[in-house]
């Protein structure tokens, strides 16, 4: 089997009971792609923040271009961007599930790179030389005695 033989994985999204449209996960193209203009809600999707309704709220147009896109249909922006809040929900569930499919991933993910970078951080820090364990004072000290008679 090679890469030519694999085939997308879809989900079938219901407009109403004559109409419908298939949405696929995203790849890291598309992410790229829709970095562009809208990294800030990626960082939110990748930061385990991802809300539907707040991004819907927040960026219509992301969605929307998330949704033309997944539905290989880049040129469909303005109609993903008029179908009604529950479809466009149900799609973005729906593309969100198929590019994550494994729900401990990015946490996954996420662990892995943080190890590979704090390894990386140890080789690369420079020690500091051991500092004295004589504290000196820094600037004047003033003692004060009170004598007793």
Known sequence: MSLRDIVDITVTVKVNDKQ???VRGLSTEDLAILSVDYDKNLTELFAGNFQFGKMIKDAP????KIIAIAADDPKGLERASKLVFGVQAKALKEIYDLTFPDEDF?????NQLTSVLLKLQEKLVI?????????????KKTLSKQSST
Do not use: C
């Open 20 to 22: 419908s449209f298939d």
């Open 127 to 139: 020690e500091k030389p051991q500092e004295s364990k004589e504290k000196k004072p820094i600037g």
């Open 106 to 110: 990015l946490g996954e993910l996420l």
């Open 61 to 64: 147009l992301f969605a929307a």
